[in-house]
């Protein structure tokens, strides 16, 4: 029987750890899950292509190491042409409030009208992260507030470097 795919995509400028909750979620449901880096040079992201992959890599090892059928890789161009070069059967988007579900209703339909075989599967992350983002994240950072109850040890220590602050 062929392996069911899931594509997780996401600019995770930094991966949080409501992202890290979706990717669990989507890793119980499905036999792969591939994390997407989109990559995007109209974007000017905080951490380098180089620097979210290894970040995304390393929060999947302290967060969901027992997890084995997660991969990670960066993609550019269109989502669902990415999906279909890998013979994805799904894609996952994360849903926190109401209003991430009109834009990502949206995409879901033009997915779908672009590629008939691969759904759209909206998770909801735990509660406790539905208000997170990573620009939350990054601007909370940048003032020197405590992040641990967001972000991986990794992504902290990360964020802690790339604005020069001083471990707490």
Known sequence: MPSRLAIYPGT??????GHLDIIDRAAELFDEVTVALAVNSQKAPLFSESE??????????????????????????????YAKDKR????????????????????????????????????????????LNSTIVRELARHGSVIDAFVPPCVKAALETKFNLTRK
């Open 52 to 81: 979210r992959l290894e970040l995304i890599r390393q929060a999947i090892i302290e967060r969901l190491g027992h997890r084995t059928n997660i991969r990670v890789e960066a993609f550019q161009g269109l989502l669902v042409d």
């Open 88 to 131: 994805a059967c799904a894609i996952v988007r994360g849903l926190r409030v109401l209003t991430d579900f009109e834009y990502e209703f949206q995409m879901a339909l033009i997915n779908r009208k672009l590629a008939e075989s691969i759904s759209t599967v909206f998770l909801m992350p735990h509660e406790q992260y539905t208000y």
């Open 12 to 17: 995770f400028d930094p991966i949080t750890n």
